[in-house]
């Protein structure tokens, strides 16, 4: 059993909590609420939530496909959907166009923003999934950043007017408020689900605040809610409670939805 201040490391003081994940690193554990057991909690969370809410038919979007692990979810879920995903970095979409390039898939090779073009993008060598178009912290100070020209896109561009999303993913490393602005329209015309990462480290380099993200998602008549509170039926977060998550640092992953916990399915 862990003592109560383990089962809620973000109550340390921040040199504590620091020394505790390096420690349970060296031991081979992880810490209740350090980023790896929340990232694991995360995962299984979008899993459930998909498969709530896909249908055989549904239509998906991926946002910083990696190495396609939520995509495989939504050909599983949605084998019949027709799916799109960006992924900016060249040798990880030389991977999925292997992978998914005889699917449903609409495989783009850009990035997602505000507005189309072009624009450098920081690759994390050793660990892409960092990766983005500005600089963040790292876990490590001394990565090693390999700056690369790449492809911008508006998913308003992308997307069809009469194709109908049901389910999106945005894992971009802060540039989420980018994303949802070049896809005003289609978030506003569909009303999709959407799983997104929102949080300090990452998000506060592109200038961008949780007030905006939650006014955003209102605007477009989605409220948003921690993953696992939708699961269960819990209420959505209110602008104020974006904020207390985003500041305080307790969850970074979150869910826009256009229907009440518990009524997709």
Request: glycine share 10%.
């Amino acid at each position: 059993m862990w003592p109560a201040i383990l089962r809620d490391p973000s109550t340390m003081p921040t040199p504590m909590r620091t020394m505790l994940d390096r420690l349970l690193r060296w031991m081979g554990a992880e810490a209740p609420g350090s980023a790896e057991a929340l990232n694991s909690r995360y995962d299984a969370q979008t899993v459930a939530i998909m498969e709530r809410v896909l249908r055989p038919d549904s239509n998906c979007i991926d946002v910083g496909c990696h190495f396609g692990a939520v995509l495989d979810h939504m050909l599983r879920l949605a084998p019949r959907g027709r799916h799109y995903a960006f992924e900016p970095l060249p040798g990880l979409f030389v991977n999925l166009r292997g992978k998914y390039g005889k699917r449903n898939v609409s495989l783009h090779q850009a990035a997602l923003a505000e507005t189309a073009g072009e624009t450098t993008f920081n690759h994390v060598v050793d660990n892409p999934g960092f990766s983005g178009i500005k600089r963040r912290a790292y876990d490590k100070p001394d990565e090693r950043v390999v700056e690369i020209r790449v492809k911008l896109e508006r998913l308003d561009d992308v997307v069809p007017a009469d194709v109908p999303i049901r389910l999106v993913k945005i894992d971009v490393e802060g540039a989420e408020l980018g994303v949802l602005a070049g896809g005003a329209a289609t978030f506003a015309r569909t009303r999709p689900f959407v799983i997104f990462e929102h949080g300090l480290g990452a998000s506060e380099f592109y200038g961008t605040r949780p007030e905006q993200v939650h006014d955003f998602f209102t605007g477009v008549g989605l409220e948003v809610s921690l993953m696992e509170d939708w699961l269960s039926g819990g209420p959505p977060l209110s602008r104020a409670g974006l904020v207390e998550q985003f500041d305080q640092r307790l969850n970074f992953y979150f869910l826009a939805h256009p229907e009440p916990a518990g009524a997709a399915r």
